[in-house]
T-cell receptor, first 112, second 110 residues
Framework: AQSVSQHNHHVILSEAASLELGCNYS??????LFWYVQYPGQHLQLLLK??????LVKGIKGFEAEFIKSKFSFNLRKPSVQWSDTAEYFC??????????FGDGTTLTVKP | DAGVTQSPTHLIKTRGQQVTLRCSPI?????VSWYQQVLGQGPQFIFQ???????GRGNFPDRFSARQFPNYSSELNVNALLLGDSALYLC?????????FGPGTRLTVT
């Protein structure tokens, strides 16, 4: 069965701190990996995605994620967070069969 | 361009009733997916439709059904509502594998 695990439920950081949110998935076939973000009062929106090729992918607002196939991981990183990064972050896997699975999300609070 | 739209925004129903939720995808998008999001959890996949045919189904009971119309809009129907069906129901249209989410319909079952 396809599953996604996000290890951190709530992360609190001060501005300029570095961020890493963990995401591990389980699936036997080829997957497409995503990070979605939901800012307060807004819709879920795509942050970045990995389909193939370079395992280090860059997204919007300075975020990046690294796909490590051997660890079934797709961790999200940002070198220096800002107050405006306060949001909920979801890791997701979409299989080639079209089934999508989301993690339970990580709430990031950035203190000014 | 207009994004994904959903109606109604909020809905209150009683146990045992039936509900229909509506979704209009972004123009040009032929695929629509439905998700249920309970507080504190990520979106749970319910259905995906592509070109009016069901392409995928999540682990939801048969009380949940959906359809897609020729204009690619979609409806999600839930019969015999239970208290546990209270959630935010999200619709997403897609271009390739990227999902574009709507604002959701907040369903409360009392």
């Amino acid at each position: 069965a396809q599953s996604v695990s996000q290890h951190n439920h709530h992360v609190i950081l001060s501005e300029a701190a570095s961020l890493e949110l963990g995401c591990n998935y389980s699936y036997g076939g080829t997957v497409n990996l995503f990070w979605y973000v939901q800012y307060p009062g807004q819709h879920l929106q795509l942050l970045l995605k990995y389909f193939s090729g370079d395992p280090l992918v860059k997204g919007i607002k300075g975020f990046e994620a690294e796909f490590i196939k051997s660890k079934f991981s797709f961790n999200l990183r940002k070198p220096s967070v800002q107050w405006s990064d306060t949001a909920e972050y979801f890791c997701a896997v979409i299989s080639n069969a079209g089934k999508s699975t989301f993690g339970d999300g990580t709430t990031l609070t950035v203190k000014p | 361009d207009a994004g994904v739209t959903q109606s109604p925004t909020h809905l209150i129903k009683t146990r045992g009733q039936q509900v229909t939720l509506r979704c209009s995808p972004i123009s040009g998008h032929k695929s629509v997916s439905w998700y249920q999001q309970v507080l504190g959890q990520g979106p749970q996949f319910i259905f995906q439709y592509y070109e009016k045919e069901e392409r995928g189904r999540g682990n939801f009971p048969d009380r949940f059904s959906a359809r897609q119309f020729p204009n690619y809009s979609s409806e999600l129907n839930v019969n015999a509502l239970l208290l546990g069906d209270s959630a935010l129901y999200l619709c997403a249209s897609s271009w390739g594998e990227r999902l574009y989410f709507g604002p959701g319909t907040r369903l409360t079952v009392t």
